[in-house]
């Protein structure tokens, strides 16, 4: 299934108690009275709202060092949070760790307090790995029971959650919270929503519609049997009127239109939505995926991609890589290949394990210009002595010529590979065609064992 789109929410910097203190005390002219850690921590404020992070830098550890000096120390934690903020806008790693040190001081002596939670917890999902999205999760979760009312906190717990796989039930709730307090916002307010909010609300509409089509018949059982839900199609006893099953899917595929009316090219819906409908109405699964499915799919999915496939030991670029090298040294006598393709190459996975047989041009093709980034950086910053890839093009295959990324006119190609790509294309004549005109020689390529509910074929 998709992978979920990671929710960007700002890092809120000053909290609105302390801004309305900061308004207050400047209109009453009573900074004078102020203490001296009062003081310093109004003034990194102000310096904070005009964009001085060094001047609200100095003001904030100031605060904290007058505080832990002084005859009685309160523990400033806002000024702890908000030098926690000054120091992740100011950038850097080390920067992030003294930020990531504030939040959890911050925690160990306010486990409530919610600005360090969703701060840190920001911070732990932005790092991708199962560890840190679980304790994001939680932090997400003290968030929202001190605070119901954030909808950036359930939305981000929902896609924690979505991301961690094992909870289906608690990510379909975060994501039906943060479309009610969203929705409720907007409805509260006399404007318009901004552009923005309306693709926040998509996001969670869609994220919805994925968790409920993901549900597996228990796990849909017990969630219509749930009388808050808000499934339609349950009646008010928590009985479904139809097979439980069946509400889920259809719930699923409201929530991917409502995604789509407010966001018509939100091409991941639209697949999702068709793909639902083909399998519910017994037609046969849609063929291609869109190039726009794969793309915003793939973008999305980049940041996180080498990591998750880590996470699940995917060994499809090694053994191709194999496959390549057993070619070159019993069907070669070992002389390398004259040119290669990495069809679909992704973040350039594969490409460490072919570099060393291909002693001409090896092109990278794929259709997410993020993944291609991704493998645009498997150069010599990473410790690879040179750039891997002579050719980077963000192309889809079928529109590909040999003339994209080979040096002559009449070059062809002499090694394609395609790792966990034939999938995206279903019926594969179109595709061979499009190879067979490079030229190759020779194809690797894998694909997936299926059950056999999935098809007859076994694959
Ligand atoms: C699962 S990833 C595999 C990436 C890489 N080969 C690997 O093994 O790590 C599938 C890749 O195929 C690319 N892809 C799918 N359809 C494509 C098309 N029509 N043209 C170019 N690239 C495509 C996607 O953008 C994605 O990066």
Redesign the pocket.
């Given at each position: 299934s998709p992978h979920p789109l990671l929710m960007r929410m700002p890092t809120p910097r000053l909290a609105l108690q302390d801004m309305l203190q900061l308004l207050v005390m400047l209109a009453s002219c009573s900074c004078a009275a102020a203490n001296p850690v009062e003081q310093a921590f109004l003034i990194g404020l102000s310096a904070y709202e005009r964009g001085d992070l060094e001047a609200a830098r100095a003001g904030f550890e100031e605060c904290i060092a007058l505080d832990a000096k002084s005859e009685s120390p309160a523990g400033r934690t806002d000024c702890m949070t908000n030098l926690g903020s000054v120091l992740i806008d100011l950038g850097g790693a080390d920067n992030d760790k003294s930020a990531e040190l504030l939040y959890r001081s911050v925690l160990d002596v306010e486990p409530s307090h919610a600005d360090a939670a969703f701060n840190l917890a920001l911070m732990l999902q932005d790092q991708q790995a199962e560890g840190s999205t679980r304790e994001a999760a939680s932090l997400y979760e003290r968030v929202v029971t001190a605070d119901p009312g954030r909808w950036d906190a359930w939305a981000n717990l929902a896609t924690a959650l979505q991301r961690l796989t094992d909870r289906p039930l608690a990510t379909c709730r975060a994501f039906q919270k943060a479309i009610i307090r969203l929705e409720a916002l907007h409805e509260a307010s006399d404007a318009e929503p901004a552009a923005e909010e309306v693709a926040h609300l998509a996001q969670m509409y869609y994220g919805l519609g994925i968790s409920l089509a993901n549900l597996d018949s228990a796990k849909c059982a017990e969630f219509a049997a749930d009388p808050d839900s808000m499934l339609v199609g349950v009646s008010p006893g928590g009985a479904a009127t139809a097979s439980s099953m069946t509400v889920c899917d259809e719930n699923a595929q409201n929530a991917l239109r409502i995604a789509l009316q407010l966001e018509p090219e939100h091409a991941q819906a639209e697949h999702m939505l068709a793909s639902l409908v083909a399998s519910s109405t017994g037609a046969s699964a849609m063929s291609k995926?869109s190039?726009a499915f794969?793309?915003a799919l793939?973008d999305d999915f980049s940041t996180s991609f080498d990591q998750k496939?880590a996470e699940l030991q995917y060994a499809?670029?090694t053994l191709l890589g194999e496959a390549a090298s057993m070619y070159v040294q019993q069907r070669r006598g070992g002389q390398p290949f004259s040119s290669a393709l990495?069809a679909?190459?992704?973040?350039g996975?594969?490409g460490p394990h072919l570099r060393s047989l291909v002693d001409g041009t090896l092109a990278g093709?794929?259709?997410?210009q993020k993944?291609l980034d991704k493998a645009a950086e498997l150069t010599v910053s990473q410790g690879i002595p040179t750039p891997l890839y002579d050719a980077l093009l963000a192309?889809?295959?079928?529109q590909l010529q040999a003339a994209d990324f080979l040096p002559h006119p009449t070059d062809l190609v002499d090694l394609i590979t395609a790792?966990?790509?034939l999938v995206?294309?279903g019926v594969l004549t179109e595709l061979l065609h499009a190879f067979g005109r490079l030229g190759a020689q020779v194809l690797i390529f894998s694909c997936e064992r299926a059950s056999p509910a999935e098809t007859s074929t076994g694959w």
């Open positions: 995926a190039p794969v793309r793939f496939l499809v670029p990495d679909g190459c992704g973040t996975l594969a093709v794929d259709l997410s993944m192309k889809d295959l079928l790792a966990d790509v995206y294309f």
